[in-house]
């Protein structure tokens, strides 16, 4: 359990430098897109939404996996199986 509480402890950086770097990443390609491409204005894809929805998202995933890694036995395979699920079941 000591180490599930320092592998917290170190979410707690990582978790929002994971938000950063994916919302960072979502910026850039949105970006690199509209220069390529003329959409239509107003677009989804001209807004910050995405940005938003990345950050959100993201958050809601860093503070699942903090539980998991709480309670999990193995975590990191819990999580890719919540994952899995919450992906299938978003397509539908």
Do not use: C, K, Y
Not at 29 to 40: K, Y
Not at 86 to 91: D, E, F, P, R, V
Request: proline content about 7%; glycine content about 8%.
């Amino acid at each position: 359990m000591e180490g599930a509480r320092r592998a917290v402890w170190r979410l707690l950086w990582v978790g929002p430098a994971t938000v950063i770097v994916g919302v960072g990443a979502v910026v850039i390609v949105q970006l690199a897109a509209l220069r390529m491409v003329d959409w239509p204005r107003p677009s989804p894809f001209t807004t910050h939404e995405p940005a938003i929805f990345t950050a959100v998202l993201v958050s809601g995933a860093v503070i699942v996996f903090m539980g998991v890694l709480l309670e999990a036995v193995n975590p990191v395979r819990t999580f890719r199986r919540i994952a899995l699920v919450t992906l299938a079941l978003s397509g539908a």
